[in-house]
């Protein structure tokens, strides 16, 4: 038989390709999904049953958790990559470790055809193929809900003609979870003038009382949380559990798909915004005004790469080592105060703080200069705009 690895969720689509792949074209079925955060055992148990029942001849899940916060969202957290200053790739960054960890089963298994369930009209056909051509030319890509522009009434169809009879209805809002925030998709987002419900955000407000924290970083990355010590994978998913009883972290984005179209989404990404914060916050502190200066330029197009599938182009490593080096002497605590819907950051402690109060402070006494420095330093500052000035004054 033809053995193919199929990029497998559960859902209606992938679930199609399952039973189409196997009893249609005759391949030999081999499901995979990649865990980056948001699944349970009891969920990747019941996705294993689901692909075998489908006709998988194996089902294989991998944890990337913490590959995909080694590879990605430690960049984005050197980076502060927000795209389009709002949103942290939540989905998209997962879409990268996941599409690279499948073309490598696939080639660990032999596997002459990669399946997924991609449409037309998204960004991840782009993301997952890119990924799967540029690592492995020889794999064959087969996409039968692009191909065949298969409606979820024909896939259902299909399904229950061959016996399976999933409650197949479209829930209201499509819910996608990952260690670096859940989007959310729903008819709202389809418009350009509605907002998403209260009702269509997992996560529900709880806490009505404020909490301060006390997040650590070293070297940029968070180490602790209120002092306790923890992989920064772990402090991840327990300030995502704190912050998520405050609903914060929502938001919708809207932004340029790969495909040239205009798109909307919305979010809800408590942990990494409040990181992303937190870290920009320390960093003000901490590094040169020209190091954020070219930290912003680089994280932004850092960000844009990743989010339109180009992970393996060499400049990204050569992005990577520039971002992880400006991050030396980030470190230090931030300070952070959780109300119902928001966050207040108020302020730093570090060692490596620049406001070092013996140089002078801002707007108050001078310390390490004189009047007649401060005259002659502002004197030879302004030439270039008395030059100016003098030269083209005549031709207003």
């Known amino acids: 038989m033809k053995k193919l690895v199929l990029a497998y969720s559960g859902g209606l689509d992938t679930s199609y390709c399952a039973k189409y792949l196997s009893k249609e074209e005759g391949f030999e079925v081999n499901a995979v999904s990649v865990n980056t955060g948001g699944f349970s055992k009891a969920e990747i148990t019941s996705i294993q049953q689901k692909a075998l029942d489908l006709g998988a001849t194996s ?15 430690k960049y984005l957290v ?13 989905v998209s960054a997962e879409r990268i470790v996941q599409a690279i960890e499948i073309v490598n089963h696939a080639k660990k298994i032999g596997a002459n055809y990669i399946a997924h369930g991609s449409t037309g009209a998204g960004n991840d056909q782009v993301r997952f193929d890119m990924i799967f051509q540029i690592i492995a030319p020889e794999i064959e890509i087969i996409t039968p809900i692009r191909d065949n522009k298969l409606s979820r009434e024909a896939e259902i169809a299909y399904l229950q003609k061959n016996g399976v009879d999933y409650p197949w209805e479209k829930a209201k809002y ?16 389809l418009t ?14 709880e806490k009505e009382f404020s909490k301060e924290l006390k997040l650590s970083f070293k070297k940029g ?6 002092g306790e010590s923890a992989t920064p994978v772990e402090n991840i998913e327990k300030l995502s559990e704190i912050a998520a009883k405050y609903a914060i972290g929502r938001d919708i984005h809207v932004g340029d798909t790969i495909i040239g179209i205009k798109g909307r989404v919305g979010f809800e990404a408590a942990a990494p915004l409040i990181i992303i914060k937190a870290h920009h916050l320390l960093e003000k502190h901490t590094l040169s005004k020209w190091q954020q200066y070219q930290k912003e330029q680089l994280g932004n197009f850092y960000g844009m790469l990743l989010h339109e599938g180009n992970y393996l182009d060499e400049v990204m490593r050569n992005i990577e080592v520039f971002l992880e080096d400006t991050q030396k002497n980030v470190t ?60 083209n004054q005549s031709n207003d």
């Not at 499509?174 to 987002?189: A, M």
């Not at 402070?361 to 005259?375: L, Q, R, V």
């Open 59 to 73: 089902y294989t899940s991998i944890n990337a958790i913490s590959n995909f916060y080694e590879k990605v969202v």
């Open 78 to 90: 050197f980076g502060n990559v927000l795209k389009n200053n709002t949103y942290p790739l939540s």
């Open 192 to 205: 350009s003038h509605l907002p998403l419900p209260e009702t269509a955000y997992p996560s529900q407000l």
């Open 221 to 226: 990355e968070l180490t602790a949380i209120d």
């Open 174 to 189: 499509s819910i996608n979870r990952g260690l670096w925030g859940t989007s959310v998709g729903g008819d709202e987002t």
């Open 332 to 391: 230090g605590d931030v300070f952070v105060t959780l109300h119902p819907y928001r966050f207040e950051l108020n302020g730093i402690s570090s060692k490596n703080d620049l406001m070092n109060a013996s140089f002078g402070s801002y707007g108050e006494m001078n310390k390490g200069w004189t009047a007649n420095d401060a005259k002659g330093f502002i004197k030879i500052l302004s030439n270039s705009g008395k030059i100016a000035n003098h030269v």
